[in-house]
């Protein structure tokens, strides 16, 4: 780590190169400054048919055409390799539900590392449907639930694993739209929490503004 100041003298940064961190240090560094994050409470089955659920804040929407999602997988402390993952690459295919604040505490029920063949939404009391496409179910109450297929899995070469993900098909809480037609959405009915910094901090979508995107060549304030 180095510590030196901005070019206007105004502020100090620490500079860090995560190439020379401990892997702990770094995954701390990295979990607390890119905030917040959005969780992929992740949804699968295992070779058996039995189901399984986590969350992962190592997730974001990546592509639109197609439409692709990415969920980071790190090791797995107590075991050879995170359920979820090995699920995904057994049965191929997954559901991602956005967590509302009225289920944050069922989400963490689900984060327990609960031996091998739990089923984590019965653990959490979690009432499932059906889903259209692929033979997961998804979370009932969750407002958005995104049916996957893997499209890929990256090894970069760490000791990380990543999925994309192709999504298939799309729920969505019609009460969440404020013109279903067109297909605005009111983030206020969603009520989603992201994942914040530590072991346990979380943080809500609720305080939200918005700035006019600007067209070139740009106009000057006035």
């Known amino acids: 780590m180095a510590v030196g100041t901005d070019k206007a003298g105004q502020d100090t940064f620490a500079h860090f190169d995560p190439a020379a961190m401990r892997k702990a240090d770094s995954y701390k560094l990295l979990a607390s400054v890119i905030l917040p994050r959005p969780i992929a409470w992740v949804v699968s089955r295992d070779a058996a048919g039995g189901v399984n659920a986590a969350p992962f804040s190592f997730f974001n929407i990546l592509s639109a055409d197609p439409p692709l999602v990415a969920i980071g997988f790190s090791p797995a402390p107590d075991r050879e390799g995170k359920d979820t993952l090995a699920n995904i690459r057994e049965r191929r295919e997954f559901v991602v539900n956005l967590v509302p604040e009225d289920l944050a ?118």
């Open 105 to 222: 505490e069922a989400m963490n029920v689900t984060a327990t590392n609960a031996p091998r063949g739990v089923d984590e939404t019965r653990l959490a009391g979690l009432e499932l449907e059906k889903c259209e496409v692929v033979d997961v179910p998804r979370i009932a109450r969750s407002p958005v639930a995104l049916e996957c297929k893997l499209f890929e899995v990256i090894e970069p070469g760490g000791s990380s694993t990543i999925v994309l993900g192709k999504i298939v098909q799309v729920h969505v809480r019609t009460s969440a739209f404020s013109n279903l037609e067109r297909l605005h959405i009111d983030p206020a009915q969603l009520r989603l929490i992201g994942r914040m910094h530590g072991a346990g901090g979380y943080c809500t979508t609720r305080d939200t503004f918005t700035i006019d995107r600007l067209s070139w060549p740009l106009e000057k304030k006035s």
